[in-house]
């Protein structure tokens, strides 16, 4: 028994953003510049002196991520007494939302990787399409809230660019590949809905093949 074209394609959506949110996810490089914020912003006093960096030149650590800000190697949120995390995640308030946002989001992705991997066992998948599709949309959702809230607060606080600035803190890669992820999230989802909707099932792949 094959699987429906439109199910292939929407499994294929679905794993692409699973990798796009995966990379985004633990990708240290939403923030680039991060201890050079534009003048006049909040952010400029708050990263005076780089106190929640546990290092002697804490000015190096410029690439900052959800869980960790990084030079040429990383401080991750736990290490030194959850110091980065309660110092200045916690300290900007908005950094902890899109933390919890987006960890629900991604962690949404995959279940929905995993439950659709699982359902290739079954005869009849019409009866989860429905249920994958809603979560998708879900988490798509969750995702573009993180990314608002992410993008619009980074602007506020740092005066974070849309474009590479030498000079100041500026979006980086890793913010800009959630974007990928959510438009996928989004497209697999409309995919498994329509199919559901349709009523397109694996039962009749019989009928199809011939």
């Known amino acids: 028994m094959s699987s429906h074209p439109l199910f292939v394609v929407g499994s294929l959506c679905l794993t692409l953003s699973l990798i796009a949110c995966g990379i985004s996810f633990f990708g240290p490089y939403w923030l680039y510049n991060v201890t050079s914020p534009a003048p006049g ?12 960096i546990n290092s ?7 690439f900052r991520g959800l869980w960790a800000q990084c030079s040429a190697e990383c401080q991750w949120f736990w290490q030194y007494d959850y110091k980065l995390e309660d110092l200045i995640f916690k300290t900007l308030g ?10 629900v989001g991604a962690f949404l992705v995959l279940f929905c ?12 998948r019409k009866s989860v ?13 969750l995702q573009s809230a993180a990314i608002a809230v992410f993008g619009g607060f980074a602007n506020r606080d740092y ?16 913010f800009w590949m959630t974007l990928a992820g959510g438009a996928l999230t989004l497209l697999s989802g409309i995919l498994f809905l329509f199919m559901e909707c349709c009523g397109y099932d694996d039962d009749d792949d019989d009928d199809y093949d011939k």
């Open 159 to 174: 005066g974070a660019a849309p474009y590479a600035s030498p000079q100041y803190t500026y979006l980086g890669w890793c």
């Open 94 to 103: 908005w950094h902890l939302a899109v933390q919890v946002l987006y960890f």
């Open 41 to 52: 912003t909040s952010g400029y006093n708050l990263e005076t002196g780089q106190t929640y």
């Open 113 to 124: 990787e995993v439950f659709a991997r699982v359902q290739l066992c079954c005869p009849s």
């Open 129 to 141: 399409y429905r249920a994958l599709g809603f979560t998708l949309l879900s988490s798509f959702v």
């Open 56 to 62: 002697s030149n804490p000015k190096n650590y410029s």
